[in-house]
């Protein structure tokens, strides 16, 4: 089980294949297993070194503390990638994942040779900020929904539509997150939940010089494609894919449409 110490925190790490570098950065309290289902078989069978992290806050990486800033999740990233890739990689992130990339490509431009944001967006607007504040309010009030009734919140909210009338597919999806419900007592998940877009980034996002790619599923209520078609527009030169049939899961919804989306765009540089 591979460990980096990227300064402040010990960041946990799993790579696979031995090509160049791809760095994939998992959304709110995700794990770096997420993109194991699906992305890193691609990316590997493609010819890749696939790394996946765990962002601090989720085991086994260190805790999260309360004030956890994207400042803080950007320099862990750039310590990951700085001792166990050695120079730029190409990134993906998803979500906050992409928050983290965006702002790494301002600030670190020389660690990254490509990026992919998806679900992403560059500045807040009414929805986003009610939904941010909502779940930091269950949280600080530590009120823990029954599973049953989170797992279909959580399928309504990141599921697209398409997926909520297959029912063995939904039915999977409900059984997952029913099975690994949200802990509002945990103070690592809090904490990345207060991690939030605050002000808007887009003029920031004007100085990336990075080639990008910007991914946006086209059922997605928490980044809607409009958000990410508004992200692609502010970074000069950046490429933007909507994926039909899907929601802010899209990299797991649809992963054929994701990972051709992301070779190609690799396959570019």
């Known amino acids: 089980m591979p460990f980096v110490n990227a300064g402040a925190v010990t960041l946990h790490y799993e790579e696979a294949g031995r090509g160049e570098p791809v760095v994939l950065l998992p959304g709110t309290g995700a794990g770096g297993r997420t993109w194991r289902l699906h992305q890193v078989p691609a990316l590997v069978a493609a010819g ?20 956890l800033t994207i400042a803080d999740l950007v320099a862990d990233t ?21 928050q983290i990339v965006q702002e790494l490509l301002v600030v670190r431009p020389d660690l990254a040779r490509q990026a992919v ?17 909502a779940d930091q309010s269950l949280a600080d009030g530590q009120v823990r929904l029954p ?20 029912e063995r597919a939904v039915q999977d999806w ?24 605050i002000t808007g980034r887009l003029s920031a996002y004007g100085r990336i010089t990075t080639p990008t790619l910007v991914i946006s599923f086209a059922d997605d209520v928490i980044a809607p494609a409009t958000r990410g078609r508004e992200l692609a527009a502010a ?29 190609a765009f690799f396959a570019e540089a």
């Open 48 to 67: 890749f070194r696939a790394i996946t992290v765990d962002n601090r806050g989720v085991a086994p990486s260190d805790p999260a503390k309360p004030g």
């Open 235 to 263: 970074i000069p030169g950046a490429r933007y894919t909507e994926i039909p049939d899907a929601g802010h899961y899209g990299y797991l919804e649809r992963p054929e449409a994701v990972n051709a989306a992301l070779l």
């Open 78 to 98: 750039a310590g990951l990638i700085e001792q166990v890739a050695g120079g730029p990689v190409r990134l993906v992130g998803s979500s906050m994942g992409a």
């Open 147 to 166: 599973p049953a009734y989170d797992a279909a919140v959580r399928a309504v909210q990141n599921l697209s539509p398409s997926t909520l009338r297959d």
């Open 174 to 197: 409900l059984d997952i997150f029913e099975l690994s419900p949200q802990d509002p007592s945990d103070p690592s998940f809090r904490a990345q939940i207060g991690v939030d877009m």
């Open 117 to 133: 944001l998806m679900a992403s967006r560059g500045c807040p607007d009414v929805f986003s900020r009610a939904l941010a504040a």
